[in-house]
């Protein structure tokens, strides 16, 4: 079963260099916010990836932690680029 | 029966990684900022959502923990995709129009209306 976690990460490399490209060419904010939202959704399947490798159930906790985070982080930015801050 | 568990929770995190890598390249090839907002949140709540049971199903002890995060995204992906596409429509962005609707544009000069008068 090593084979299917090799192809999975490789997936979500190649997925997280395009959404880096993304980030850096997005002609407008909302561009960049998108990328953004993407690229923290992405880390989170891959930190409770981590988590079963390494067998350390406290990564999960990490993870839960992050994408608290980055939702949070979202919202203010959307409130942003609105205007209502 | 563990062992089959096993090999479906193998199976979700195989394609969940596929889904992520798709919501990836709708973020790099689209042409709009909304069909872009599209392909990648929906295809990456699927993937992750996925690979997260996924791993939950691999390993039992862990499967309440892994159930309050896909719990968490399913509720949280979609607000800040909804908020993120009403911001950037309130920026001033109008869509790709080549062959659709701005079904929002009548509702949202009647918004406008109302707040102002």
């Known amino acids: ?85 | 029966m563990m062992e089959i568990l096993e090999y479906i929770g193998y199976g979700l995190v195989l394609i969940g990684g596929v889904f992520l890598f798709l919501g990836a390249l709708g973020i790099y090839r689209m042409p709009d900022i909304y069909t872009r907002l599209q392909a990648g949140t929906k295809a990456s709540t699927l993937g992750a959502m996925s690979t997260i049971l996924g791993v939950g199903l691999i390993q039992p002890e862990w499967f309440f923990k892994v159930l309050i995060i896909v719990i968490f995204m399913g509720l949280a992906n979609p607000l800040s995709s909804h908020a993120l596409a009403r911001s950037t429509y309130r920026m001033g962005v109008t869509p790709y129009l080549k062959n659709g609707v701005d079904a929002y544009k009548k509702a949202f000069k009647k918004q406008i209306k109302k707040f102002t008068s």
């Open chain 1, 1 to 85: 079963m090593n084979i299917i976690f090799i192809i999975v990460f490789s997936l979500m490399a190649i997925g997280s260099i395009l959404s880096m490209i993304r980030f850096i060419k997005g002609p407008r904010s909302a561009d960049r916010a998108v990328a953004l939202d993407t690229l923290s959704i992405t880390i989170t399947s891959a930190l409770v990836l981590l988590a079963l490798i390494f067998e350390r159930y406290i990564y999960i906790d990490v993870a839960l932690v992050y994408a608290v985070l980055g939702f949070i982080g979202i919202i203010v930015i959307a409130r942003y680029i609105e205007g209502a801050l």
